[in-house]
């Protein structure tokens, strides 16, 4: 099955930096979500984004969905040590063949 | 509290041997899912189910089994037949299946580790 890209693969920033990270695909999607997962738990979902163009907040997270609809965007700012974890992509299209499609993760490291 | 638990945490078996893993929610979504997910990689459907006597085959379906008989419960068995068990199992829900918007958002289960002896 497909896979999203998700870049970048990994990163490792300082306490108080902001963070992007992005997900691409060739395919067009109706709803993109994002999910943090922590070492030998499930993911949990933190936002989710249904219109193109649609920018999102909860908290330090920001999200967009991108205007093509093939891509979105996330940014965490200010991070902070319990920000570490691996962040998921995941893309929706509604209809018959109804699934998510994930990404390949980001790794974040937080420094302090 | 309403969620999703997933029993055991971890799972030992020996290789030749079936082992099912649990799956409940009491959330009142009518859709469930099984994704496997190993080292480093991103999820990968086995199952899932839009609603109660349902299922369908997700990408990698091969050696494994399913059965939902009530709502809340979505059973997984991994057979002798999967070559590469030894993995981290999740189990998901969502409020419905291909209905747009918020109906379609997962929740996920904590997850069960098995390995394979």
């Known amino acids: 099955g497909q896979q999203l890209n998700q870049s970048p693969q990994s990163m490792f920033i300082q306490e108080g930096e902001d963070v992007s990270m992005n997900c691409t695909s060739s395919?067009?999607?109706?709803?993109w979500l994002w999910y943090k997962q922590d070492p030998g738990e499930g993911p949990v979902l933190l936002i989710a984004?249904?219109?193109?163009?649609e920018l999102t907040s909860n908290g330090r997270l920001t999200a967009q969905f991108g205007i093509t609809r093939k891509d979105s965007f996330l940014n965490i700012s200010a991070s902070i040590p319990s920000d570490v974890g691996i962040y998921f992509c995941a893309g929706l299209r509604t209809g018959t063949a109804s699934k998510l499609t994930f990404g390949t993760g980001t790794r974040l490291q937080v420094t302090l | 509290d309403g969620g999703i638990t997933q029993s055991p945490k971890y799972l030992f078996r020996k290789e030749g041997q079936n082992v099912t893993l649990s799956c409940e929610q009491n959330?009142?979504?009518?859709?469930m899912y099984w994704y496997r997910q190993d080292p480093g990689q991103g999820l990968r459907l086995i199952y899932y189910s839009q609603i109660v006597n349902d299922f369908q085959k997700g990408d990698i379906a091969e050696g494994y089994s399913v059965s939902r008989e009530k709502k809340e419960s979505f059973p997984l068995t991994v057979t002798s037949a999967q070559k590469n068990p030894t993995a981290f199992y999740l189990c998901?829900?969502?409020?419905?299946?291909?209905?747009?918007?918020?109906?379609?958002?997962?929740?996920f289960g904590p997850g069960t580790r098995l390995t394979v002896l």
């Open positions: 959330l009142n979504h009518d859709a």
């Open positions: 984004l249904y219109k193109a163009g």
């Open positions: 998901a829900s969502s409020i419905r299946w291909a209905a747009g918007g918020a109906y379609n958002e997962q929740f």
């Open positions: 395919s067009i999607f109706n709803t």
